[in-house]
């Protein structure tokens, strides 16, 4: 298998081309940290009143320095809500708290139904809730309070004061979370029961550990959206990388290179090209939406359709890079603002990232190229991959932590209740979830057109009825937990 | 409420009066340490070998330091095992793991019908388990890692890296413990079902913490079993404060107190007599087991019958206090060994134990003395027992964490499943228990004349009906647990 670059980097640093045979995890919120940045993406407006709350820094040593506090950011909707009716929580992931409240509109359209209290509570180290301030990246011994299972106890112990301060203790709790957000919200559910009553995790690719699944799975489930769609298209994309890669021991090949993708500056390498389409074609399998929608870039429905039909139409005696690059430019540019890509991004100067963070300690996720995917072959080589993080924070992965912590499917079947995996199959991460229902409460909602978290979105008139359908399964399986609940008061 | 002194630092320091409104958790592992210590009673000779396991320091941060090993003691029994057969691992609690192998022989009597391999896991920060060598215990620093979710995350990594090694992945794993190794064991299965398929927790007080039971029911349980015997009993015991505290201000009194208690030196106050005494009865009551027994000291069978025996027989114009002391004098001195008794223990040069750390972090267990037990009435006032905490460790207490990480008994009714909760009405720990069936899988088992984790003694030919019952019982249940999963293989 031949080596490819590191993706795990891509959004902050592509020059710095370190060789590793590992492929980046494709989490939405740590690429959006990057947008925002680059583009200046104006806050939306939501309907939500910001609060911090004075939360422990390390639930699970007891030193003088674990009980500092810092402010954990967290929003309240309280327009629907009356006392002793249900909390919905969002456990917030890799990004600002309001990226997520304003890509969730599901759980506003929802709380009227349940005249619920929504609250969307920030993940530790992103947004506003940085625990050292402006320091918090600084090193590993900040940012070693970054990962999952204190993010979980700060739920915890946020959602126990709440329910006290509001009086209302007897609400009963449902936890709703996507993508990194939805593995904590199942989590959480397993982990602490007598807080949530029930989980809605969608999108959670929460098997995406160790050897749970095929490494090539993802990949292949981005092959898969563009294949089903048009064989053409696979083909080009998937021959697209050689002659990329036979650039780059050509002369003149770079200056050609930045003509054909229309840079606005001269490319160094052929490996940011190589990292632009990439992240084109894994993020609009991902948000293959069936709606116009603006998660991580404004698109139109189906743009996974869309990028086929643009590689369909170009003749087939123009290369299959320049039809690639014309594809993967409806991502970059649907709304037509940009005159010229800017394909080697400026270096971030912190150099850091919370979710590479997190993939470099818990979250490690192997994923490799199988030869039938539409992208080069390559493999995962763990060593690599630990030194690379070794280099990068001075510490070593933790590959069998997460798995040892949360388990695997196992865990679910004789123990857990009251938990929806929702995934759409268009959605690469769709392979690391739970597809099918484990028992009569752990329930798999899986959809052949739905996209990462779809359900989550806010309703719109031109939702298909299968989405609709989705939905109204969703508060069915929801109102049945809350009925339990009540019963049992 | 009269204020009543410290008896946290019972064991190790009697001297350091400090007065504070708080009474002592009196789990057997903290004393016996000291008994240890004072006594140098030789070591069992157990059927097993030890090993050491390569333990992570911290498996919540990241920090470098975080992955810093220490050795881990463990115990393994292989004598009745075949690969793929049942691993019954004993969660172990605050003190040396051989001292708790010696005290489960229940394990060893069962292991030969399940083909079980067994192994005995040493807690962190207790018997030769130090993260820190000597220096474990030095300050907070280092104790930090002392608490009871390191602890389960330790026995989590150091199963599945045997069931590795053994090459018996698919082998079931139960786990066990008494007293606070039963609290482990209970929110182990809770907390990492995925690991263990089920729990027998013998004497596990895990509703002891917050507002979950009155704060009373400890000391009234202790009474209890006095009253139940006798009332003159009771009536005698509940009379000898008084007449300890009149001579607390009697010239002479120091002396003719230790003439009394037959002392090996003189008195210093009549503080420590009283801790002897308060000591006697509380785990005289614990361990009122139905055969002779050496737990915490060598005993008859019914103690406290044995007790009660000799006050009712002492003419009722002897003081009180000399019959309490007569009463109390069974438990020093039942093997007929001492001539004097050491009432006022050396100070300890660590001047720290681990079971106070732990109690002055996360196991804050409220205990009060209410007017009906027959002991002093005292109350629990947090804010003084918070400040002997910060002055001892420099750590502030956080009083409801353990019910936030670990919930009550709601945690149970829908969630979790296969715990047997095994208790004794005459150990007073047994009213912070389960005492009444959860659910179809989640199972108390109450004996009245049970005593602390009595079921987990080794069988013996003078064990009454009830205790050959309840432990044909579990191990019935436990049959059931592995039938079940074997057939879901």
């Known amino acids: 298998m031949a080596p490819c670059l590191s993706f795990f980097f891509l959004f902050l640093c592509s020059f710095s081309a370190i060789p590793a045979n590992s492929l980046p995890t494709f989490f939405p919120g740590a690429a959006y940290q990057s947008l925002i940045k680059q583009a200046k993406i104006s ?7 910001t609060h911090y709350f004075p939360q422990t820094l390390d639930h699970f040593t007891f030193q ?5 506090l810092f402010y954990q950011k967290y929003l309240i909707n309280s327009d629907y809500w009356r006392k002793g009716a249900p909390i919905f929580v969002y456990t917030g992931n890799e ?17 009227p139904k349940f005249k619920a209290l929504l609250v969307f509570i920030e993940h530790r180290f992103y947004g506003k809730s940085m625990p050292f301030g402006k320091d918090s990246y600084q090193s590993a011994k900040t940012l070693g309070y970054l990962n999952s299972q204190q993010a979980l106890a700060d ?31 199942a989590w959480f559910r397993l982990k602490y029961p007598h807080i949530a009553i029930g989980a ?60 054909t993708f229309r840079t606005c500056k001269s490319l160094h390498s052929t490996a940011s090209a190589r990292d632009w389409l990439w992240t084109a074609f894994v993020y609009t399998a991902m948000v293959n939406y069936p709606t116009k929608a603006d998660f991580m870039k404004p698109l139109p429905a189906y743009p996974v359709q869309k990028m086929c039909k643009i590689i369909d139409k170009i003749p087939s005696r123009a ?15 649907y709304s037509r603002s940009e005159n010229c890509f800017k394909i080697e991004h400026e270096v971030d100067g912190h150099g850091l990232h919370g979710w590479d963070w997190q993939t470099c300690t818990e979250m490690v996720m192997p994923m490799t190229c199988s030869k039938e995917s539409m992208f080069p072959p390559s ?6 991959f630990a030194e690379q993080c070794r280099m990068k924070y001075g510490v070593s992965p933790r590959p069998h932590w997460i798995t040892t912590e949360f388990g695997g499917e196992k865990v679910l079947k004789r123990f857990g209740s009251n938990i929806i995996f929702s995934n759409g199959m268009q959605d690469p991460w769709s392979r690391g979830g739970v597809l099918k229902n484990i028992s009569s409460s752990i329930i798999a909602l899986v959809t052949e057109k739905g996209a990462h978290h779809v359900d989550f979105r806010s309703a719109t008139k031109k939702d298909p009825k299968w989405l609709i359908q989705l939905r109204k399964q969703e508060v069915e399986i929801i109102q049945k937990w809350l009925n339990e609940y009540y019963a049992d008061l």
Chains 1, 2 share one sequence.
């Open 319 to 333: 290369t299959k890079l320049s039809r690639a690059f014309a594809a993967a430019s409806l991502y970059y540019n």
């Open 200 to 259: 809605l995790a969608s999108s959670a690719p929460i098997l995406q550990f160790d050897k749970l699944i095929p490494w090539s799975s993802f990949y292949d489930a981005v092959s898969q959206d563009f294949k089903d769609v048009s064989l053409n298209c696979y083909q080009v994309i998937k021959g697209s990388w050689a002659e990329l890669e036979a650039m780059s021991t050509q002369k003149q090949a770079l200056a050609e290179l930045s003509k």
């Open 64 to 68: 003088p320095k674990s009980s500092k």
């Open 155 to 185: 739920f915890a112990v946020l959602i126990t004061s709440l329910k006290q301060n509001l009086s209302s203790e007897a609400s009963p709790v449902v936890v709703f979370g996507g993508s990194y957000g939805g593995m904590l919200a």
């Open 379 to 384: 493999g995962f080589d763990y060593e690599e």
């Open 43 to 49: 806050k939306p407006k939501l309907p939500f009143k």
């Open 95 to 111: 990004g600002n708290i309001e990226w997520f409240a304003a890509n969730t509109g599901f759980m506003l359209d929802i709380a």
